[in-house]
């Protein structure tokens, strides 16, 4: 069983910063995890992408967020970090981290983590 725990969401005003972090734990050690990313989901909207990052660290990030929002992964590859910076009351919602693991390639989400921005 593998778990991807979330942890750095929280209330900030406009303009602020926060990390997020995921750490995909359980049964990982013979299990290779591919892409890890960031998706979010607005009250009333639909869960939209917010950053991707490959096993070759190459990263995709939404419109909405490039300049502000930085996807990284540690040299395990079962940790991935959201450095979000200059922070808009648009940026609210529900934070979930996403990873494939496996040989099928099979998608994990975690529990998700509450970013506010508001003053």
């Known amino acids: 069983q593998v778990q991807l725990v979330e942890s750095g969401g929280g209330l900030v005003q406009p303009g602020g910063s926060l990390r997020l972090s995921c750490a995909a734990s359980?049964?990982?050690?013979?299990?290779?995890?591919?892409?890890m990313g960031w998706y979010r989901q607005a009250p009333g909207k639909q869960r939209e992408m917010v950053a991707l990052i490959t096993t070759g660290d190459d990263t995709n990030t939404a419109d909405s967020v490039k300049g502000r929002f930085t996807i990284s992964r540690d040299k395990s590859k079962s940790t991935v970090f959201l450095q979000m910076n200059s922070l808009k009351p648009e940026d609210t919602g529900v934070y979930y981290c996403?990873?494939?693991?496996?040989?099928?390639?099979?998608?994990?989400w975690g529990q998700g983590t509450q970013v506010t921005v508001s003053s």
């Open positions: 996403y990873a494939q693991i496996g040989r099928y390639l099979v998608g994990h």
């Open positions: 359980g049964s990982i050690s013979n299990i290779r995890i591919y892409d």
